[in-house]
C-alpha cells in the first residue's frame, strides 16, 4: 500500500467524521474536513487535480459554515432570544451528554433552552415558543451545513476517482 492511498483513507476517514460532526456537535464537523482536503492535496498524490477538488469542496464547506451561522443567528434574533439562553442550552447539553448516553446532548440542550427561557420570561408559555424557535434554527442551520458538507464529502470522493483513473 502506498502511502497516497494511506492518507486518501485517513482523510477519507476523517471526512466522514467531519459531515457527522455536523449534526453531532461533540464531532468537529466543517473545520476537520477542510484540514483533510488540504491534507489530500498536499500529500494524496492527486497532484493538480487533488488543488482543485480542495478549492471546489472548500466552497462547500465555507458555504456550509456561513449558512449555518446566518440562518441560525437571523431566526435567533427575529425571535429576540439571547445568546445567554443559547449558552446556557449549550452548557446543559454538555452535562446532559454525560447523564443520558446517546441522547443526552439533544435532551440536555432542549432542557437548558426551555428553562434559561423560562427563568428569563416568567412563563411557560412564551418560553417553550422561545425555545422551539431557537431549536427549530439551531436545525436549520445544522441541516444547511450537513447538505453543503456532504457536497464537499462528495466532491472529494468524485476527486479520488478522477486521481484514480488519470494516476
Not at 441560525?72 to 451528554?97: D, N
Amino acid at each position: 500500500m502506498t502511502s497516497e492511498t494511506v492518507v486518501t483513507i485517513l482523510c477519507g476517514l476523517a471526512i466522514a467524521v467531519g459531515v457527522a460532526g455536523t449534526v453531532i456537535p461533540v464531532l468537529p464537523g466543517s473545520i476537520l474536513i477542510g484540514a483533510s482536503l488540504l491534507a489530500w492535496a498536499i500529500w494524496g498524490g492527486a497532484g493538480a487535480a487533488g488543488w482543485v477538488v480542495f478549492a471546489v469542496a472548500m466552497l462547500f464547506v465555507a458555504a456550509g459554515m456561513a449558512a449555518s451561522a446566518v440562518l441560525t443567528g437571523r431566526k435567533l434574533k427575529q425571535h429576540a432570544i439571547p445568546s445567554r439562553s443559547i449558552a446556557a442550552a449549550l452548557v446543559a447539553g454538555v452535562v446532559g451528554m454525560f447523564l443520558i448516553p446517546v441522547v443526552g446532548l439533544f435532551v440536555g440542550f432542549a432542557a437548558g433552552l426551555l428553562l434559561s427561557e423560562f427563568l428569563r420570561t416568567r412563563t411557560i408559555g412564551r418560553a417553550a415558543t422561545s425555545s422551539w424557535a431557537a431549536l427549530k434554527a439551531t436545525g436549520l442551520g445544522m441541516l444547511a451545513e450537513f447538505g453543503l458538507a456532504c457536497l464537499a464529502a462528495s466532491t472529494w470522493v468524485i476527486g479520488v476517482w478522477i486521481a484514480a483513473i488519470s494516476g
